[in-house]
């Protein structure tokens, strides 16, 4: 009985495992191929095994600032989302009912937009005659700056874009605390900041571990946001490989940038999931 289960199990995974290998596996793969590839002055791509790709990424400053910025760019992402995430997680997970499904619905609702509409959106509120300059002319301000093509339109837009992402693992994370802890903690003598971090931020952690590897790992890999809102002048990696690929058809090299583009992220997920991890151990064997 258990080999047919096993048999059984095994050939209901076969469509999954198929897709996944046509779907994902198989381009990964390509993507590391090519970005051992070249092209030569003709434009011609030819297949072999070199990493002047990887070298010119980071011997050309141009390309380097780019792959910090992108790093840097989703690092303060997922920190403000983590920030401005925390409370509205509270709020839909311990708030009254009709303010936890307001606020929830305040989140989601945005997702049914296309990225595309509300980055545009972002481009109208943050140009020079938007609502942002209009508010500030309107306190006194003349001639306010204009925020679009910089970095901080980047991050408002993504934080904006990305912030479910952030929220609903918190409020996941929040909902399992059980009350009966900060009741302990109030009676040991705990104030609210105390109750904070020492029961609610720990305890919330998983849900930290899940939002902000994602938000990071979308903010650097993000395409249409960076493009609308920052132009040429705030140039993410995802852009960069928008122009190498598709603009100098210069496929290796892209494929060299995409290579390193996930290894960034992979790396970043990892490293955070190791902290996260021992410091779960760690508060585990305090308790």
């Known amino acids: 009985m258990t080999s047919a289960a096993t048999k059984a199990g095994w050939l209901l995974a076969i469509p999954a495992v198929l897709f996944l290998l046509l779907c994902f596996v198989a381009p990964v793969a390509q993507t590391l191929w090519l970005g051992f590839g070249a092209r030569t002055d003709a434009g011609v791509m030819t297949y072999g095994f070199t990493f002047e790709n ?3 990424a980071f011997a050309t400053d141009l390309y380097w600032r780019i792959l910090l910025r992108t790093a ?3 690092t303060w992402a997922a920190c403000v989302a983590a920030i401005v995430g925390f409370p509205l997680a509270w709020v839909v ?3 009254r009912p009709w303010l936890s499904r307001l606020v929830t619905l305040t989140l989601v609702t945005p997702l049914l937009v296309n990225v595309v509409v509300r980055s545009y959106g972002w481009s109208a ?5 938007g609502l942002i300059s209009w508010t500030l002319g309107g306190l006194g301000i003349e001639d306010p700056p204009s925020i679009l093509y910089t970095e901080a339109a980047v991050l408002i837009a993504s934080v904006h874009v990305f912030l479910p992402f952030m929220v609903l693992p918190l409020a996941g994370a929040i909902a399992r605390i059980p009350p009966s802890a900060e009741q302990a903690a109030t009676i040991a003598g705990a104030g609210p900041v105390q109750r904070f ?4 931020l720990p305890l919330s952690l998983p849900g930290l571990a899940v939002g902000l590897p994602l938000v990071f790992s979308l903010t650097a890999a993000a395409y249409v946001t960076p493009q609308i809102l920052g132009g040429n002048f705030s140039p993410l990696l995802g ?3 928008q122009q190498q690929v598709l603009t100098l058809h210069d496929w290796p090299f892209g494929a060299a940038l995409s290579t390193l583009l996930v290894a960034m992220v992979l790396a970043v997920n990892l490293v955070f999931i190791g902290i996260v991890g021992r410091r779960l151990r760690r508060w585990t064997a305090v308790a």
């Not at 509120?125 to 005659?129: K, M, T």
């Open 54 to 56: 990887y070298r010119r």
């Open 72 to 74: 840097k760019m989703a």
């Open 93 to 95: 997970a311990r708030g």
């Open 125 to 129: 509120i943050l140009s020079r005659n």
């Open 197 to 200: 971090w020492r029961i609610i």
């Open 239 to 241: 852009t960069l490989i």
